[in-house]
């Protein structure tokens, strides 16, 4: 009895008189690495729209024409609005989850370790922007679009567990007291920085002072750091 084409295993010669193996299609690379780069200019150009309008306002034509890509692109390789939102969420908390691992703290000496993460969060707010407002977008919707993550809780408790041991180690060493809480501590960080550009515009307001002036934002990472550090250090 022959046998099928697909039972024929690939390289093994082909029995004389026996059916043609099935052709096995393979993604050609040039292939590939199209859909890789269309799939990328989709996700920068969501970024920005949700950004700039929030998943309300953003509309997918705006974000495939942007993306020099079509509607149907999008759908195909993302699944709707909807879960490009959530895609364009993991992106950029890994970005900053990146961006942490390589300042190297543990390299570092646990109060320099510490006060380089207040003034790497600070600066991330600042260079980054675009990651405050996805967060506020993201915020309004009660975090519906991150529940189901499975990358959010791998990133999260990496970063806590990387702020614990440099408590630890700064415990260990004699220059942070103990108990001090890592979510907890890490929330504070966010919080100083994240606030402060987030209301600077009614801030500027509130107290006659340009909260984006080169002067006032020096102070404030100033301070930040002095807060951070009379809550951890003994």
């Not at 010669?13 to 299609?25: D, I, N, S, T």
């Not at 260990?172 to 929330?187: E, H, P, S, T, Y």
């Not at 606030?195 to 340009?210: A, E, K, P, Q, V």
């Amino acid at each position: 009895m022959s046998r099928t084409p697909n039972a024929i295993k690939r390289g093994e010669p082909r029995r004389k008189g026996a059916e043609p193996e099935a052709a096995v299609p393979n993604p050609s690379p040039a292939r590939t690495r199209d859909a890789e780069a269309t799939q990328k200019r989709i996700l920068a150009a969501a970024k920005r729209e949700f950004a700039m309008s929030g998943l309300a306002g953003a509309r997918v034509d705006v974000i495939a024409e942007k993306a020099e890509a079509n509607k149907r692109m999008i759908y195909h390789y993302f699944g709707g609005k909807e879960a490009l939102f959530t895609r364009v969420l993991e992106d950029a908390y890994t970005d900053l989850y990146q961006a942490e691992q390589s300042l190297k703290l543990d390299h570092l000496e646990p109060v320099q370790a510490l006060e380089s993460l207040v003034r790497f969060t600070w600066n991330y707010y600042l260079d980054n922007p675009e990651f405050l407002t996805l967060v506020n977008s993201a915020n309004l919707y009660k975090a519906m679009h991150l529940r189901d993550s499975r990358i959010i809780p791998v990133i999260s408790q990496s970063r806590l567990k990387r702020l614990q041991s440099l408590l630890d180690r700064g415990e260990k060493a004699g220059v942070f007291r103990g108990g001090v809480d890592a979510m907890q501590l890490n929330i504070t960080i966010a919080a100083i920085g994240y606030y402060y550009l987030t209301n600077r515009f009614t801030g500027s307001i509130i107290f006659n002072c340009d909260f984006m002036a080169p002067q006032s934002l020096k102070k404030r990472i100033e301070f930040n750091i002095e807060t951070i550090h009379n809550m951890v250090c003994r």
